[in-house]
């Protein structure tokens, strides 16, 4: 073999050696990405990790250390466990609120002599009790008066009570009831249709269905946007966007829009929301979204935010530890060990926010001890990240996750320097739950223009429950009573900040009197 030939060779293997290298990690990255969508569809959406755990993987020896001392330990699990044979004690129901109804049980005996017999003793037990709704017709019946001594004079008689739409069959009470079922309870409207008719024997067809959520909307618009403007009024604003499929006949399929959320936190409370619909997901959603917004926006690190703040210089961003430490938790499901580190910082600062949010913290303390006790822990996991940054490689997950966090630094750490700005924006999306849970059941919005409508029931219907209300008590006292109000009546009774149900406000009268 001649030594030409011998080069060609060895060049040519060298080769073979490097592609089936990169063959090898492109692999290796390939089943890496697999294992995440399979875990993301199968595995339990729980992100809390055991601090033991950490601890073990980041120091083998601290177990063996334990061991030799005679400290005795066991897993987490099972400290929380109760002993065989004890039962969990239950936490009591609250059922003040409910109305107690009696039944009198006299004995045979006593019926037939009472005279015979003297009361000494009564034994109560309460039962919860439960009955079912009762379908029926309200017939509003108006006489007509005329006057005995002049019957040519012009009849009187009560106006018709306002109503949100004219000619519209049913009561503020059915729509609330049929609103709640859809957008809170996660009933599509076909299978509304198919229970009123198999149960109660009303045909209710789902364009009606339909319409009344068209007319629900419609009467409750002016409370979105009086709830839009109070929110564009807050200093620190939440951002974030869901997808919702709608139809688009056009097309003869599905198309994709977005829900865009808005949230203004209250130091660790959950504030309102405000839902706003939008068919696709580009910058210029923000304009609608945020008109004249200036203030702190927390996002996540979706491009579209730092395209529309660098538009307005009054808008600082900051961003959510809840989504940097989301990919650290992925890798390290995945079996890649290093990620272990930055958790076990992030769980620190995580346990901060926790002992705030029990002690209720204002803004100026929240600043006060992340300012001493949270940047300390920043600078350490600054450090692990640059560290982690030259040891694994870029398209890894923990890299991934490294560059991710890197480059939203400045903005993650601005929580830190203000205790108006939350670590995350999870308040935000737990709002986005019950869209999320309701498109699994009625897959799609019915169109472009109805998801608009969507947004607003979302919206108001969540900000009913976030203050403590019954929803549907609160739609149907609402529904009732905005047809009959103008432009100089107070709308901010209705909104779910500072609605009294009715029974309330009777009973805050009655002790005024």
Same mark, same amino acid.
């Given at each position: 073999?001649?030594?030409?030939?011998?080069?060609?060779?060895?060049?040519?293997?060298?080769?073979?050696?490097?592609?089936?290298?990169?063959?090898?990690?492109?692999?290796?990255?390939?089943?890496?990405?697999?294992?995440?969508?399979?875990?993301?569809?199968?595995?339990?959406?729980?992100?809390?990790?055991?601090?033991?755990?950490? +601890?073990? !993987?980041?120091? #083998?020896?601290?177990?063996?250390? %334990? =061991?030799?001392?005679?400290? $005795?330990?066991?897993?987490? *699990?099972?400290?929380?466990?109760?002993?065989?044979?004890?039962?969990?004690?239950?936490?009591?129901?609250?059922?003040?609120?409910?109305?107690?109804?009696?039944?009198?049980?006299?004995?045979?005996?006593?019926?037939?002599?009472?005279?015979?017999?003297?009361?000494?003793?009564?034994?109560?037990?309460?039962?919860?009790?439960?009955?079912?709704?009762?379908?029926?017709? +309200?017939? !509003?019946?108006? #006489?007509?008066?005329?006057?005995? %001594? =002049?019957?040519?004079?012009? $009849?009187?008689?009560?106006? *018709?009570?306002?109503?949100?739409?004219?000619?519209?069959?049913?009561?503020?009470?059915?729509?609330?009831?049929?609103?709640?079922?859809?957008?809170?309870?996660?009933?599509?409207?076909?299978?509304?249709?198919?229970?009123?008719?198999?149960?109660?024997?009303?045909?209710?067809?789902?364009?009606?269905?339909?319409?009344?959520?068209?007319?629900?909307?419609?009467?409750? +618009?002016? !409370?979105?946007?009086?709830?839009?403007?109070?929110?564009?009024?807050?200093?620190?604003?939440?951002?974030?966007?869901?997808?919702?499929?709608?139809?688009?006949?056009?097309?003869?399929?599905?198309?994709?829009?977005?829900?865009?959320?808005?949230?203004?936190?209250?130091?660790?409370?959950?504030?309102?929301?405000?839902?706003?619909?939008?068919?696709?997901?580009?910058?210029?959603?923000?304009?609608?979204?945020?008109?004249?917004?200036?203030?702190?926006?927390?996002?996540?690190?979706?491009?579209?935010?730092?395209?529309?703040?660098?538009?307005?210089?009054?808008?600082?961003?900051?961003?959510?530890?809840?989504?940097?430490?989301?990919?650290?938790?992925?890798?390290?499901?995945?079996?890649?060990?290093?990620?272990?580190?930055?958790?076990?910082?992030?769980?620190?600062?995580?346990?901060?926010?926790?002992?705030?949010?029990?002690?209720?913290?204002?803004?100026?303390?929240?600043?006060?001890?992340?300012?001493?006790?949270?940047?300390?822990?920043?600078?350490?996991?600054?450090?692990?990240?640059?560290?982690?940054?030259?040891?694994?490689?870029?398209?890894?997950?923990?890299?991934?996750?490294?560059?991710?966090?890197?480059?939203?630094?400045?903005?993650?750490?601005?929580?830190?320097?203000?205790?108006?700005?939350?670590?995350?924006?999870?308040?935000?999306?737990?709002?986005?739950?019950?869209?999320?849970?309701?498109?699994?059941?009625?897959?799609?919005?019915?169109?472009?223009?109805?998801?608009?409508?969507?947004?607003?029931?979302?919206?108001?219907?969540?900000?009913?429950?976030?203050?403590?209300?019954?929803?549907?008590?609160?739609?149907?006292?609402?529904?009732?009573?905005?047809?009959?109000?103008?432009?100089?009546?107070?709308?901010?009774?209705?909104?779910?900040?500072?609605?009294?149900?009715?029974?309330?406000?009777?009973?805050?009268?009655?002790?005024?009197?």
């Amino acid at each position: 073999m001649t030594p030409a030939r011998e080069q060609e060779l060895l060049g040519e293997i060298a080769r073979l050696r490097a592609e089936l290298e990169k063959s090898a990690l492109e692999n290796q990255l390939l089943r890496q990405k697999l294992d995440l969508i399979l875990r993301k569809l199968f595995d339990k959406k729980n992100e809390s990790l055991d601090p033991a755990q950490l +601890e073990l !993987l980041l120091d #083998p020896e601290a177990a063996k250390k %334990a =061991d030799a001392a005679g400290e $005795p330990h066991a897993p987490a *699990a099972e400290t929380s466990t109760p002993a065989p044979g004890q039962r969990t004690p239950r936490k009591p129901r609250d059922l003040s609120r409910l109305e107690v109804r009696e039944t009198l049980l006299i004995p045979e005996p006593v019926k037939a002599c009472p005279d015979a017999w003297r009361e000494i003793d009564r034994v109560e037990t309460d039962r919860l009790d439960y009955q079912p709704a009762a379908v029926f017709i +309200e017939r !509003l019946v108006r #006489p007509v008066f005329v006057r005995r %001594a =002049d019957p040519d004079a012009v $009849p009187v008689k009560s106006p *018709a009570p306002p109503s949100m739409r004219p000619g519209l069959s049913a009561t503020p009470r059915l729509i609330a009831h049929v609103m709640v079922a859809k957008f809170r309870d996660h009933l599509p409207f076909y299978r509304q249709s198919a229970i009123w008719q198999n149960r109660h024997g009303i045909e209710l067809p789902r364009h009606t269905l339909c319409r009344w959520a068209d007319i629900a909307a419609d009467t409750l +618009e002016p !409370l979105y946007k009086l709830t839009h403007r109070h929110l564009l009024e807050a200093e620190v604003l939440q951002a974030d966007e869901s997808p919702v499929r709608f139809l688009d006949p056009g097309r003869g399929k599905c198309a994709t829009g977005y829900y865009w959320g808005l949230h203004a936190p209250q130091c660790g409370a959950k504030g309102d929301i405000l839902f706003q619909w939008h068919p696709s997901r580009r910058t210029a959603c923000l304009d609608a979204l945020l008109p004249g917004y200036t203030g702190i926006l927390q996002t996540d690190g979706y491009t579209a935010y730092d395209s529309w703040s660098s538009r307005n210089p009054g808008v600082t961003l900051a961003a959510c530890w809840a989504h940097a430490r989301r990919k650290f938790h992925e890798a390290f499901k995945a079996g890649h060990t290093p990620a272990a580190t930055p958790l076990r910082h992030i769980q620190q600062l995580y346990q901060i926010e926790k002992t705030l949010r029990q002690t209720r913290a204002g803004p100026e303390e929240r600043t006060r001890v992340r300012q001493a006790e949270a940047v300390p822990i920043l600078g350490e996991l600054h450090q692990t990240l640059l560290q982690l940054q030259r040891q694994v490689l870029p398209r890894n997950p923990v890299g991934e996750a490294v560059a991710y966090t890197l480059t939203l630094w400045p903005r993650l750490n601005l929580y830190a320097t203000d205790g108006r700005i939350e670590v995350d924006n999870n308040n935000l999306e737990n709002a986005f739950r019950p869209p999320a849970v309701g498109k699994r059941n009625w897959l799609f919005v019915g169109g472009e223009s109805t998801g608009q409508r969507g947004a607003i029931l979302h919206t108001l219907l969540e900000n009913a429950v976030r203050h403590g209300h019954n929803p549907e008590a609160w739609l149907a006292d609402v529904l009732e009573r905005l047809p009959a109000m103008t432009n100089h009546d107070d709308l901010e009774i209705l909104l779910p900040s500072h609605w009294q149900s009715p029974a309330a406000t009777r009973a805050a009268l009655a002790s005024c009197a």
